[in-house]
């Protein structure tokens, strides 16, 4: 079964820094990765979506890579916001269903200091 | 534009109670799924569909009940509510392409047992 982690568990860091979130699985069998930000209280928000067949995305000032044959990805932030402030998630699939029953790490709580 | 939806977004209920938790997607997804989250234990799989008519057991889910008459509906029913079903509930669709299946997830329901 597929397994995820994440580290760090919290970080705090002044406004205007460039950040990395780390997360790791054990099964590299994976069609795809995702990552997703969680606010206090809300749900989740899907930020960056990487296939099996990439290395990288890319969306604003966000940039997620994947390493299949490590079992790792990153999430780098640039120029981090007090609105970035937030929990941030990676998923990655379980056996089956091409991906889509996805195995959750503990999340990386990030607070971004003005 | 409204995505995934979930309803109610809060709910009391005293033990033994049974209840559903709504969910309807707008987006024509073929995989549903459901998940609870818990401080500590991230979030699990409880159910899931791959299209109406089909459902599967996730990784918990022990007193829930599910069915999937219809594409867009997916409503998790809890048969005798116990104080350990206190938790988050996020509702998930995606589309059912191999590797490229982004997943959209509700705002939640946070239920509380008594």
């Known amino acids: 079964k597929q397994e995820v982690t994440q580290i760090p568990a919290a970080l705090s860091v002044p406004e205007g820094e460039n950040l990395v979130l780390n997360c790791s699985f054990t099964?590299?069998?994976?069609?795809?990765l995702q990552w997703f930000r969680q606010d206090p209280g809300k749900g989740l928000t899907s930020l960056l979506l990487?296939?099996?067949?990439?290395r990288e995305q890319t969306s604003g000032r966000l940039n997620a890579s994947l390493d299949k044959s490590s079992g790792r990805s990153t999430l780098y932030i640039a120029a981090s916001q007090p609105g970035d402030s937030a929990t941030y998630l990676c998923?990655?699939?379980?056996?089956?269903?091409?991906?889509?029953?996805?195995?959750f790490g503990p999340g990386t709580r990030l607070s971004v200091l003005p | 534009n409204a995505g995934v939806t979930q309803t109610p977004k809060f709910q009391v209920l005293k033990t033994g109670q049974s209840m559903t938790l709504q969910c309807a997607q707008d987006m024509n997804h073929e995989y549903m799924s459901w998940y609870r989250q818990d401080p500590g234990m991230g979030l699990r799989l409880i159910h899931y569909?791959?299209?109406?008519?089909?459902?599967d057991q996730g990784e918990v889910p022990n007193g829930y009940n599910v069915s999937r008459s219809t594409t867009e509906d997916f409503p998790l029913r809890l048969l005798s509510a116990a104080p350990s079903q206190t938790s988050v509930y996020f509702c998930a669709s995606s589309y059912g392409s191999e590797g490229n299946t982004e997943a959209f997830f509700g705002q939640g329901t946070r239920l509380t047992v008594v």
């Open positions: 099964d590299s069998a994976i069609y795809n």
């Open positions: 990487i296939q099996s067949s990439q």
């Open positions: 998923a990655a699939p379980d056996d089956d269903n091409y991906g889509q029953n996805f195995v």
């Open positions: 569909s791959v299209g109406a008519g089909i459902t």
